[in-house]
């Protein structure tokens, strides 16, 4: 099992940058494949991007390719997402998410999730 804890949100202008961390407890960080998944106010959540356990693999949702990055440092069991050139809606709260196995698929732990928000 894992727990996950995100951090790094805030407010930012349209044209800015967050990263956003995930920690996670336990060992076997590295054996997880690692996702990021964000909800907007009244919308369903919504798939952002993977990273396989190697970090070898990646995979981003159209609307952010070339401008999120995610990556993994299973020395210190984080996974982050680099967001540049935001955009108004991108406003989401932003949840971290881990599972054993592909990058598709249902996930089966979560974080507690971080808001990010974007202002025009």
């Known amino acids: 099992q894992v727990q996950l804890v995100e951090s790094g949100g805030g407010l930012v202008q349209a044209g800015g940058s967050l990263r956003l961390s995930c920690a996670a407890s336990?060992?076997?960080?590295?054996?997880?494949?690692m996702g990021w998944f964000r909800q907007a106010p009244r919308k369903t959540r919504e798939f952002v991007t993977a990273?396989?356990?190697?970090?070898?693999?990646?995979y981003y949702t159209n609307s952010v390719k070339g401008r999120f990055t995610i990556s993994r440092d299973n020395a210190k069991n984080t996974v982050y997402l680099q967001m540049n050139s935001l955009k108004p809606e991108d406003t989401a709260v932003y949840y971290c998410?881990?599972?054993?196995?592909?990058?598709?698929?249902?996930?089966?732990?979560w974080g507690q999730g971080t808001q990010v928000t974007v202002s025009s």
């Open positions: 336990g060992r076997t960080f590295s054996s997880y494949t």
């Open positions: 990273i396989s356990v190697n970090g070898g693999g990646t």
């Open positions: 998410a881990a599972k054993v196995g592909p990058l598709f698929g249902p996930y089966d732990y």
